[in-house]
T-cell receptor
Framework: AQSVTQLDSQVPVFEEAPVELRCNYSSSVSVYLFWYVQYPNQGLQLLLKYLSGSTLVESINGFEAEFNKSQTSFHLRKPSVHISDTAEYFCAVSLTSGGYNKLIFGAGTRLAVHP | KAGVTQTPRYLIKTRGQQVTLSCSPISGHRSVSWYQQTPGQGLQFLFEYFSETQRNKGNFPGRFSGRQFSNSRSEMNVSTLELGDSALYLC???????????????FGNGTRLTVT
């Protein structure tokens, strides 16, 4: 079975500071990796995903995540955060075969950006 | 292009009742998945439908059921409601079956169900 652990439930940070949201996963088979963001009273939006190829993936709004197979991690980073980045962030995995849309989510990390 | 639409947005029901939630996927999307989000259990996969067939199922009791229509719209039904069924129910659609790796899940804003 697969599982996802997000090591921090809450991360407070000041505006323009760097941030890292940590994600570790456990799986006996190969998986795809995702980061989703959820703003208050909204659904989830895909931030970025790792399917194959380069282990460093980037989103259009400055986030990046690096797949580390040996450490089974997929940490999310941003060098300089904005107030608008305040949201809950979810790391997720899915099977590479027969279950792409069946996501297993971590518990989420609430990012609070302060001025 | 309109996003994933879920109705109703909010719902209050009493224990023992049943409820039906509706999801209209993005036009052209054939896969619809349902997730339950609660503070205690987080986000959990309920089931996925593709071309009116259930492709994957999560670990929920049989009180939770769903279906998909020929126009890809989907409904989710919960019978004999329990207090623990109070949650945000999210629907997500994607363009194709699971082999299209470039087809991400698009989530709706959810239906918040409160069971009293």
């Amino acid at each position: 079975a697969q599982s996802v652990t997000q090591l921090d439930s809450q991360v407070p940070v000041f505006e323009e500071a760097p941030v890292e949201l940590r994600c570790n996963y456990s799986s006996s088979v190969s998986v795809y990796l995702f980061w989703y963001v959820q703003y208050p009273n909204q659904g989830l939006q895909l931030l970025l995903k790792y399917l194959s190829g380069s282990t460093l993936v980037e989103s259009i709004n400055g986030f990046e995540a690096e797949f580390n197979k040996s450490q089974t991690s997929f940490h999310l980073r941003k060098p300089s955060v904005h107030i608008s980045d305040t949201a809950e962030y979810f790391c997720a995995v899915s099977l590479t075969s027969g279950g792409y849309n069946k996501l297993i989510f971590g518990a989420g990390t609430r990012l609070a950006v302060h001025p | 292009k309109a996003g994933v639409t879920q109705t109703p947005r909010y719902l209050i029901k009493t224990r023992g009742q049943q409820v039906t939630l509706s999801c209209s996927p993005i036009s052209g999307h054939r896969s619809v998945s349902w997730y339950q989000q609660t503070p205690g259990q987080g986000l959990q996969f309920l089931f996925e439908y593709f071309s009116e067939t259930q492709r994957n199922k999560g670990n929920f009791p049989g009180r939770f059921s769903g279906r998909q229509f020929s126009n890809s719209r989907s409904e989710m039904n919960v019978s004999t409601l329990e207090l623990g069924d109070s949650a945000l129910y999210l629907c997500a659609s994607s363009l194709a079956a699971g082999e299209d790796y470039n087809s991400p899940l698009h989530f709706g804003n959810g239906t918040r169900l409160t069971v009293t």
